[in-house]
């Protein structure tokens, strides 16, 4: 079967529905021969001295000044990471590159929308960044102040970062996708100084006045004494405020080309990146220098197998995430990776773009969220097809637990049965992967992220009192420290400790999902444990039942949301959008509440199902759950201005109105 091409549709669905038969996928043999990794031994060693594993990957780094103490553990849950040590995150994925006599290797193979291609060189970068690190100081920016960063998928993005890291400046880079309003808030909570943005961003052939939407807000911020604007999409009339805008392009020109990096503490802040919490405001998770280049270099290369010299390496994620910072900015760059850097939607100018772009530039990993799988799925098989994608040899998973099903299209469809699929569990607090497969060593299960890396300590543990839950469901914790783990949540010390290590005690990081370690000791990360739902008394994830929705092979991805009801508390409402052109009928619903009640149980069934073209998504592919709750409850919509198309919620309501 590996290798060939997936058939006809009707064909490609008896084979997904059989391999979904296959337990264990063990890491192709040819794989293994050329892997990094493929002695399991890795694990105990790692497990004997954790210390002395990390300090060994640190060592592939280059620092000033070496570090006295491996893990400062004298104050939990506040530690530090090779203390005493100095370095720069900037020369370590820069400058002793191009010492090393790498620098024309191509960092990114950048490709826009509109078919432009621009190959930047470590050479290219590192002239870059000196300049505007230079500019930047001439701004007034100084070690320690906070320079926000609000840019689109384009090469500047990671020039204005690696500036920052250059000179100390932590940088607060705030996702594209988010509104103006989003970014005035962050700006604001973490008083930053510069902000780096641009006079417009491309979205499928349309351009959004950045530069011009950030002056509409930004206006009476105190702290903000600069706004840098990048020229990208060409637009004219930007407005520019005398004294407060410059131009990117004309501060660089003007700046010294020569721009030491400074030697920093391993604990100097390194970035702050806010991400969602439980309640509305959002945290500024804190991450410092040593510890961080640490943890996303190691992974970075052992998780992807990397050799730099062969490979091209594409994650398709947003760098205004943390998956952006560490696995299309820092780990790849520290490791002297080729990368691809995509500017665009999946689906412009059309829907092949992602495989025209890997067959062009003869990517050798892709790194992706299951969200984008599953919309690929939905597409149909026949599109990717059509490229030649044999250059492909690994494949990754991130952000959202990964169906069998949706696991076994894109190890089939995409990865012609041939490249191992690496299902990385992290979060924006852990810096870096935390469980997943070693892809020379790890037998896979499609669903599960299989064991921890090696070094972290992860255990899945009973919601009542903590102790470890030998095979079931639990919340997950890591038991001991890591080096790229968050170090506070920014100006907010007591919310850092309450989140995360009030539960279980000082030494214990409550990562905030439910879990399943089975009887192989590898993980199921079934997801939040703010998204339980609660039926009759039986505790339900919404991401269980959605997998097992999404096993009905006319279904293309569900939302499930716990709808408040009489009878039992709460009951499952699912909103499921069917492959292709099929219509949903009364039939339809009973089979699906039946591969329900043989996947979890019967009294997982979903009480109402409601037909959706279409699912709510914020930009970054998350279902909003809320969202779907207020539909399913006949509650007026709340706030929309998140969604990657506000127009879903109007469809769906009127879809709800048809169906009553
Ligand atoms: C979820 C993204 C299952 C999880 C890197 C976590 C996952 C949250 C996986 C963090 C995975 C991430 N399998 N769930 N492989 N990866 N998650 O901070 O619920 O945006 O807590 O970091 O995403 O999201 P964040």
Same mark, same amino acid.
């Given at each position: 079967m590996a290798g060939t091409a997936a058939g006809d549709g009707e064909t490609l669905e008896r084979e997904l529905d059989e391999m979904l038969e296959i337990e264990r996928f063990d890491p192709p043999e040819e794989f293994r021969r050329q892997a990094l990794l493929s002695d399991p031994a890795i694990y105990e060693q790692a497990a004997a001295d954790p210390q002395g594993w990390w300090a060994g990957q640190a060592e592939a780094l280059h620092w000033f000044e070496p570090w006295e103490t491996v893990l400062d553990d004298s104050d939990p849950p506040f530690y530090k990471w090779f203390t005493g040590g100095k370095l720069n995150a900037s020369y370590n994925c820069l400058d002793r590159h191009v010492e090393a006599g790498i620098g024309d290797r191509v960092a990114y193979h950048w490709r826009g929308e509109e078919g432009e291609r621009r190959d930047v060189t470590y050479a290219d970068l590192h002239r870059d960044v000196q300049r505007f690190a230079n500019a930047l100081k001439d701004l007034g920016v100084r070690q320690g102040d906070v320079v926000g960063i609000y840019l689109p998928m384009i090469p500047e993005v990671v020039v204005a970062m690696l500036a920052c890291a250059r000179i100390g400046a932590p940088h607060n880079v705030v996702f594209g996708g988010f509104s103006a309003e989003s970014v005035k808030e962050r700006m604001e909570f973490s008083e930053a100084k510069v902000l780096i943005t641009v006079d417009g961003a491309r979205r499928k052939g349309k351009t959004a006045p950045i530069k011009a939407s950030v002056d509409e807000v930004m206006g009476d911020l105190d702290s903000l004494k600069t706004v840098v604007v990048v020229r990208? &999409?060409? @637009?004219?009339g930007v407005p520019m405020s005398d004294g407060r805008d410059v131009w990117y392009d004309e501060v660089c020109a003007a700046a010294d080309p020569v721009c030491p990096a400074e030697p920093l503490d391993a604990e100097h802040p390194l970035f702050i990146l806010y991400t969602s919490g439980s309640t509305a405001s959002p945290k500024g998770i804190l991450h410092t220098t040593g510890g961080y280049l640490t943890g996303v270099s190691t992974t970075h290369r052992h998780v992807f197998d990397l050799k730099p010299e062969s490979d091209v390496y594409w994650c398709a994620a947003d760098v205004g995430w943390i998956t952006g910072h560490s696995y299309i900015v820092y780990g790849p760059l520290a490791n002297g990776a080729t990368s691809v850097m995509w500017e665009g939607a999946p689906d412009y100018p059309h829907r092949g773009i992602w495989w025209e772009v890997a067959q062009e530039t003869r990517a050798t990993i892709l790194y992706a969220a299951p969200t984008a799988i599953r919309t690929f799925m939905k597409w149909g098989h026949e599109i990717p097809e059509g490229y030649d994608l044999s250059a492909l040899r690994l494949l990754g998973s991130v952000g959202e637990p990964i169906n069998p099903k949706a696991w076994l299209w894109y190890h089939k469809v995409i990865g012609g049965g041939r490249c191992p699929i690496v299902d990385t569990w992290w979060q924006t607090e852990t810096g870096a992967i935390m469980i997943t497969p070693l892809p020379g060593i790890t037998s896979t299960k499609p669903g599960s992220a299989t064991r921890p890396f090696p070094g972290v300590f992860a255990e899945v543990v009973s919601e009542a009192d903590g102790t470890p839950v030998e095979s079931g469901q639990g919340l997950l914790v890591l038991t001991q420290p890591w080096p790229s783990m968050l170090r506070t949540l920014y100006k907010e010390h007591d919310r850092f400790v309450e989140t995360y290590f009030a539960r279980f005690g000082k030494?214990?990081? @409550?990562?905030g999902d439910a879990a399943r370690a089975d009887r192989d000791g590898y993980f199921w990360i079934i997801g939040r444990i703010d998204d339980v739902v609660n039926v009759s008394g039986h505790r339900l994830s919404t991401a269980e039942v959605e997998s097992a929705i999404v096993a009905h092979e006319k279904v293309a991805e569900a939302a499930v949301i716990g709808q408040s009801d009489d009878d039992t508390g709460q009951a499952i409402a699912a909103f499921v959008t069917l492959n292709g052109e099929i219509e949903g009928t009364d039939e339809l619903v009973a089979e699906i509440g039946a591969v329900v009640a043989e996947r979890?149980?019967?009294? &997982?069934?979903?009480k109402r199902i409601i037909w959706a073209d279409d699912l709510p998504k914020t930009r970054s592919g998350k279902i909003m759950r809320r969202l779907l709750r207020d539909i399913a409850e006949g509650r007026a919509l709340g706030d929309v201005t998140t969604l990657r198309d506000p127009s879903v919620m109007a469809a769906l309501e009127s879809q709800i109105q048809d169906a009553e």
């Open positions: 990208h &999409a060409g @637009l004219d030494e214990t990081y @409550l990562v979890i149980g019967k009294f &997982a069934r979903p």
